[in-house]
C-alpha cells in the first residue's frame, strides 16, 4: 500500500536548537515535498525535490534546509529553529504527469518554544 | 504566480442540508491547470478527494462533486446532503503542467456540519 510516513509526529524544540523532520516514502516516487500548514494560510510549500541528491527552494524556504539522501527519504532542517516555526509540517510525495496528485503524510506539529 | 482562493474560512450547515464551498484560481504558469480538492479529518492527515485535469469535466467522490469551470477559473465543491462524518477541513488546490509539480492551495473551509 501506497504511503508517507512522517516522524516524529509530535516535536517541541527551544529557540536556537535543531531540528530535523523525517520522511519516508514507499512509492517510488520521484518528487518529494515539505509542506508547512497555518490557520489563514493553507499549505505553503518549503522545499521540494526531483530525486535523490537534489533539492530545491519552494515559496517559503527561508530558515529552512532539505536533504534527500535517497529516493525514499526527505528530511526538512531547521538548524536555529524559532517561535514562528511552530505550526504543521506535511511531506507529500508524487510523480510527473498530468494531472499527478501527491500523497501526503500524517503531519508532524512543531512546536519551538 | 498561480494562487488559489477559498473565500470561506468556515462554514456550519445542518445534517442533511447542502453545501457548496467556493474556490477560484489564476494559473499564470505555462501549461495546462490541474484541480485538486484535498480534506482533512480531525486527526488526520490530507488525503485526496477528487481531482480534474480536463476543462469542462466533473469530479466526484463520497458524494462530492466539483466542475472545472475554465471561463470562471472555479472549481466549487458541492454536496448535496452532509452527514456529520463530513466534518474537516477542505483544500481547494492547483497543479499547472505534467511535470507533477507542486501544489498551489487555497487557505482552507472548515466545515461543521450540525447533527
Known amino acids: 500500500e501506497a504511503a508517507v510516513t512522517q516522524s516524529p509526529r509530535n516535536k517541541v524544540a527551544v529557540t536556537g536548537g535543531k531540528v530535523t523532520l523525517s520522511c519516508n516514502q514507499t512509492n517510488n516516487h520521484n518528487n518529494m515535498y515539505w509542506y508547512r500548514q497555518d490557520t489563514g494560510h493553507g499549505l505553503r510549500l518549503i522545499h521540494y525535490s526531483y530525486g535523490a541528491g537534489s533539492t530545491e527552494k519552494g515559496d517559503i524556504p527561508d530558515g529552512y534546509k532539505a536533504s534527500r539522501p535517497s529516493q525514499e527519504n526527505f528530511s526538512l532542517i531547521l538548524e536555529l529553529a524559532t517561535p514562528s516555526q511552530t505550526s504543521v509540517y506535511f511531506c507529500?510525495?508524487?510523480?510527473?504527469?498530468?494531472?499527478?496528485?501527491?500523497?501526503f503524510g500524517e503531519g508532524t506539529r512543531l512546536s519551538v518554544l | 504566480g498561480d494562487s488559489v482562493t477559498q473565500t470561506e474560512g468556515q462554514v456550519t450547515v445542518s445534517e442533511s442540508k447542502s453545501l457548496i464551498i467556493n474556490c477560484t484560481y489564476s494559473?499564470?504558469?505555462?501549461?495546462?491547470?490541474?484541480l485538486f480538492w484535498y480534506v482533512r479529518y480531525p486527526g488526520e492527515g490530507l488525503q485526496l478527494l477528487l481531482k480534474?485535469?480536463?476543462?469542462?469535466q466533473k469530479g466526484s467522490s463520497r458524494g462530492f462533486e466539483a466542475t472545472y469551470n475554465k471561463e470562471a477559473t472555479s472549481f466549487h465543491l458541492q454536496k448535496a446532503s452532509v452527514q456529520e462524518s463530513d466534518s474537516a477541513v477542505y483544500y481547494c488546490?492547483?497543479?499547472?503542467?505534467?511535470?507533477?509539480?507542486?501544489?498551489?492551495f487555497g487557505t482552507g473551509t472548515s466545515l461543521l456540519v450540525d447533527p
Open positions: 488546490a492547483l497543479s499547472v503542467g505534467n511535470m507533477g509539480y507542486k501544489l498551489t
Open positions: 494559473a499564470t504558469s505555462i501549461g495546462y491547470p490541474n
Open positions: 507529500a510525495s508524487g510523480d510527473k504527469g498530468q494531472g499527478e496528485a501527491p500523497l
Open positions: 480534474v485535469i480536463t476543462a469542462g
